[in-house]
């Protein structure tokens, strides 16, 4: 079975400084990989996917995600965060097809002015 | 522009109630989910369903039924809520061809508590 393992369960960082938020993943095969960001109060909005090709992947908002089979991470990165970029964000995981997502705990972002 | 819907939005109910959540959506996807999150365990996997008069086990089924009625509609069915239910419930759907079946469009969530 497959795991999603967020070692950084909350992040602080200060408006218009860099972000990465990590995500390391064990499957037995190469996965279908996510990040979703929850904000308050809502439901789950994706960010960005990989199925394959180029291992860096860009999603909304200025994010990015680099895939590394060799480390079983897709790291999660933003150059300048803003204030709205606060909340908790999701790396998730199918091998699959069509049988629900495997989630990480999640890391709480929290922007600070 | 892809729409899941939940309701109701919150939920407060007895120990042994019996409770129904509803999710619909209007994207025309095929595969629809629910999900529970918790505080230490993020979302789990309890049923989900590949059209209307279908469903599927999930990670965390126990003391959950379910129904997809309709390839819009897919209900969540607690017939004696416990406490150990309480939790935030979230609904999702998903395309049936290729890659898009992987992604999941999200509904915002029914709080449930259980008293």
């Known amino acids: 079975a497959q795991s999603v393992t967020q070692p950084d369960a909350r992040v602080t960082v200060s408006e218009g400084a860099s972000l990465q938020l990590r995500c390391k993943y064990s499957?037995?095969?190469?996965?279908?990989l996510f990040w979703y960001v929850q904000y308050p109060r809502q439901g789950l909005q994706l960010l960005l996917k990989y199925y394959s090709g180029d291992p860096v992947v860009q999603g909304v908002n200025g994010f990015e995600a680099e895939f590394s089979k060799s480390n079983s991470s897709f790291h999660l990165r933003k150059a300048s965060v803003h204030w709205s970029d606060s909340a908790v964000y999701f790396c998730a995981v199918s091998i699959y097809y069509a049988q629900g997502l495997t989630f990480g705990l999640g890391t709480r972002v929290s922007v600070f002015p | 522009e892809a729409a899941v819907t939940q309701s109701p939005r919150n939920k407060v109910t007895v120990t042994g109630g019996n409770v129904t959540l509803s999710c619909r959506q209007t994207?025309?996807?095929?595969?629809m989910y629910w999900y529970r999150q918790d505080t230490g365990h993020g979302l789990r996997l309890i049923h989900y369903s590949y059209g209307a008069g279908n469903l599927q086990i999930g990670d965390v089924p126990d003391g959950y039924k379910a129904t997809r009625t309709t390839q819009e509609d897919f209900f969540l069915l607690l017939e004696l809520a416990s406490p150990s239910q309480t939790s935030l419930y979230f609904c999702?759907?998903?395309?049936?061809?290729?890659?898009?079946?992987?992604?999941?469009?999200f509904g915002p969530g029914t709080r449930l508590t259980v008293l």
């Open positions: 999702a759907s998903s395309d049936a061809w290729g890659q898009s079946s992987y992604e999941q469009y």
């Open positions: 994207n025309s996807h095929n595969y």
């Open positions: 499957s037995s095969v190469t996965p279908y």
